[in-house]
């Protein structure tokens, strides 16, 4: 008989400072979870366990709590923002699973993935529905501009993936390149959310160009984050498979700033291991406080990123709102200076 329980804690863990930025969205964060998790419902109950079993992995709800604390920074926060973190997250986790799908990974937020469970064949096809059903959802707002952003965004995070499978083990990619691809597919969703926030509030031009603008910066520095954590980190900590960016031939920025960096010898040594699937003598020499600090540099850049970000927000009226993203934007430093080597 098909079980579809979760056996272990699934909440990811957030460092303080994370955790007292989300606390002061709360309990709108609170909502958001019971309104996914109240999703499943809405799917055929031959497959409503399958759904129930991807959408209930708490993760960190980095892009609800940007929806929520931009609707709150241009207004008071109000059910259609509630709203709008639900689709964005769900777009999120429909990702997942066929990132997971790509990776061959068998671990998420502690537990088995959904294709580690049931094969690749289902996986997808739960992948396409929760990406539809976020569809779905969106055409529920009354501006139709609000559900053209969100599916010109979820093809551009799609596309974003396509393009990265498409460059994998490419000895070319630059890190220009690196970053137009990390912008699509997760910068661009964190952009929506602050966007769409603002739309919904009914704030000027100006000041949704300008939490656009911070969640897409921040978005895809939190993306360089999670690509050095898949160097940096331990799968006891972060509670999913590792690695699997070398593996796959993904160039992701540490290896980009490494091969900028290093000598003829160096890059050609390198570049023959990747290409030979010598994925743990490759993470080694990244990890190696005695080779060129690409770790260190790729770490900076994402910090630097945010950093840049935070002034954006000092055009906005001031409240506990404004002030708590850009306590969201240091709280990611925070996170991206803990890889330091």
């Known amino acids: 008989m098909e079980t579809f329980a979760r056996t272990a804690k699934t909440s990811a863990p957030r460092s303080g400072r994370l955790a007292r ?10 909502e958001v979870d019971k309104r996914i998790i109240a999703q499943a419902a809405a799917f055929d109950p031959a497959i409503e366990g399958y759904v129930s079993y991807a959408i209930g992995g708490r993760g960190k709800r980095l892009r609800p709590l940007m929806a929520l604390l931009a609707g709150g920074a241009t207004g008071e926060i109000k059910s259609e ?3 709008l973190a ?3 997250e769900l777009i999120h986790i429909a ?10 990974a068998d671990r998420r937020r502690g537990e088995p993935t959904v294709n580690a469970r049931w094969g690749n ?3 997808v096809l739960l992948g396409d529905c929760l990406f539809a059903h976020a569809l779905n959802l969106s055409a529920s707002f009354d501006e139709p501009e609000i559900s053209r952003a969100i599916a010109r965004t979820a093809s551009e995070v799609c596309s974003g993936e396509m393009i990265q499978t498409q460059r994998r083990f490419d000895l070319q990619l630059r890190v220009e390149d690196y970053l137009r691809i990390v912008e699509m597919k997760t910068g661009s969703l964190f952009g929506v959310a602050g966007e769409l926030a603002a739309v919904i509030s009914g704030a000027t031009k100006d000041k949704i160009d300008i939490l656009r ?3 897409l910066r921040v978005g895809t520095a939190y993306q360089i984050y999670d690509d050095c954590l898949d160097l940096a980190g331990t799968e006891a900590k972060t509670g999913k498979t590792l690695g699997t960016d070398l593996r796959k031939g993904k160039f992701t920025l540490p290896v980009l700033k490494f091969l900028e960096r290093a000598s003829e010898t160096e890059r050609a040594r390198c570049s023959e291991w990747i290409l030979e699937g010598r994925t743990m003598e490759v993470a080694e020499l990244l990890r190696n406080g ?9 770490i900076s850049t994402g910090a630097e990123m945010i950093r840049e970000a935070i002034p954006l927000l000092a055009t906005l009226p001031p409240n506990e709102h404004v002030q708590a993203l850009r306590e969201l934007g240091e709280a990611l ?7 330091r080597m």
Do not use: K, Y
Request: proline share 2%.
């Open 213 to 215: 603008q911070f969640g």
């Open 333 to 339: 430093v925070e996170l991206l200076e803990q890889l």
């Open 121 to 123: 064949s289902l996986s």
């Open 86 to 88: 639900v689709i964005v």
């Open 21 to 30: 930025v989300a606390q002061s969205a709360q309990p709108h964060l609170a």
């Open 290 to 298: 005695a080779t060129n600090g690409s770790l260190n540099a790729a």
């Open 95 to 104: 990702t997942l699973v066929h990132d997971d799908i790509m990776d061959e």
């Open 81 to 83: 923002h509630v709203d």
